[in-house]
């Protein structure tokens, strides 16, 4: 079965190309496409005065915003329709996109994103958006690069595997998707002496759980290329020597306050993914 309720951040960036792209192509195995415009003022700030006893300005302002996203919306409408899919809404909330994303991704089965641009410059209002909903929206997350369309997503699919419970969400999670697949290769990384990964990924071994429910997968162990080479950059080079169109992954880390706080490979998928990634927290 696949993924029932697909939804897709909307906004007027340059990177929606893709993610729409990636959003249709799920879509196209038989969901519902949810295309969300946040408007981009958190929720908790609308004026809760009647209509006429608000701010004037920030009336206008939040005119504005709405007109932007409508706008944005406009797009994803024409792209679902030349595309040919038959069962697609779009939405404009009045919220942060983070908030908003995660609030509306939490009756998904899976939500769109970009990865952030490193080239846009500071940390901007987005910046961490990814991080934000892969942590705090409790639904798997599907990350499309923020550069170039994908030719196919998930048909050839690179699972990272060690057995942690992080892995093993992002595993069950992406069954709709492995479901698809025309091959699924599962990856365990050896980090060396003193490192249990191995033992634990060996034991809890998915192969037989993954055919009981009709995905065929080979596994594999891979030694890091040297000492200093960490898992997240192993991972990338394997996607490449593979030929991967998706990774699937746990996503490590926490939140402090509003401080997002990331794992070493979570964090280097982030900043330099090639391919589209699907994470769970």
Known sequence: MAYQTILVHVD???SVSGRLGVAIALA??????????PTGVARALHPSLPPGQGDPTLALHLGFLREQAQAALATFTARCAAAG???????VIDDDAAGGLCLHGRVADVIVLSQ?????????????????????????????????????????V???????????IALRLALPLLRHAGSVDLAVFDTGPGSHTVAEAQAADPRAWLARHGVRASFAIHPLA??????GEALLALVAQKNADLLVMGAYGH?????????????????SMSVPVLMAH
Request: net charge negative; hydrophobic share 35%; no cysteine.
């Open 12 to 14: 007027d960036n340059p």
């Open 28 to 37: 196209r195995q038989g969901g519902h496409l949810v295309g969300v415009a």
């Open 85 to 91: 899919l038959t069962s697609y809404e779009g939405r």
């Open 116 to 156: 952030s641009d490193p080239d846009q410059g500071g940390p901007g209002l987005l910046a961490d958006l990814p991080a934000d909903v892969v942590l705090h929206a409790g639904t798997p997350v599907l990350i499309a690069p923020f550069s170039g369309e994908r030719a196919s997503v998930g048909q050839r």
């Open 158 to 168: 690179l699972v990272s595997w060690d057995a942690s419970r992080e892995a093993a």
């Open 226 to 231: 040297h000492k200093r080479q960490h898992v």
């Open 255 to 271: 939140s402090r306050v509003r401080e997002t706080i990331l794992g070493g490979v979570t964090r280097t998928l982030f900043e």
